[in-house]
């Protein structure tokens, strides 16, 4: 069985995130400002089914998938690019890969306690944010 990645999730630490928006070409005033938000994530989880939401003052993304299925994706919540986005289990860890415009795009998630870790990546760039989870 899977980890359980059901829940609100609230940002606790977040590194570098401003170096991976300027790897998709994110222009400076929307990196200052989403830089100093704080995100919080709320997902619902059936089985490989997935409904997630990232939630901020600025802006919202929402995203559902099924594991192992790949989909197109529009990143409207950063760069608004096309990208096939493919997300599959390595264990308990999500792993997502996005082909389009820029090359090792992506993300991974996993749980470690009450901590959900997610890294982004893009290029050579890579960001690592932790969320709690809310009680």
């Excluded at 609100?8 to 200052?32: G, H, P, Q, Y």
Aim: charged share 30%.
């Amino acid at each position: 069985m899977p980890a359980d990645y059901n829940g609100r999730w609230e940002m606790v630490s977040s590194e570098n995130f401003e170096d991976v928006m300027k790897a998709l070409d994110i222009d400076f005033a929307t990196r200052k400002i989403a830089c100093h938000l704080h995100q919080t994530k709320v997902i619902v989880q059936n089985g490989d089914r997935f409904e997630t939401k990232t939630l901020s003052t600025f802006r919202n993304y929402e995203v559902d998938f099924t594991v192992g299925q790949e989909f197109e994706e529009q990143t409207k919540a950063l760069d608004n690019r096309k990208v096939m986005t493919l997300v599959t289990w390595d264990g308990d860890q999500l792993v997502c890969v996005q082909k389009g415009e820029k090359e090792n795009r992506g993300w991974k998630q996993w749980i470690v306690g009450d901590l959900l870790h997610v890294e982004i990546t893009v290029l050579d760039k890579v960001c690592r944010q932790v969320f709690k989870k809310a009680q």
